[in-house]
């Protein structure tokens, strides 16, 4: 490998939104400094499949189930 050209993988602190700490390898910041996440993904919709509901009221949902409510789907 060549020199000088790679980051500085080190150890840092991540505190997660629910308080807890993770020792994690990073190129951010210096060795030992702590990082809060704003949203993580143990608690966001994105990577937890929460959050999905579908808001439709009498729109093209709605249209589409009665147009299609005879076939059995």
Do not use: C
């Amino acid at each position: 490998m060549k020199k000088d050209i790679h980051p500085d993988y080190h150890d840092i602190k991540v505190k997660m939104t629910d308080g807890t700490v993770v020792n994690m390898r990073s190129i951010w910041g210096k060795e030992g400094d702590q990082l809060s996440l704003d949203i993580d993904p143990s608690v966001h919709p994105a990577w937890t499949g929460g959050g999905t509901r579908l808001m439709d009221a009498g729109g093209r949902v709605s249209k589409f189930k009665n147009k299609y409510a005879g076939l059995g789907f």
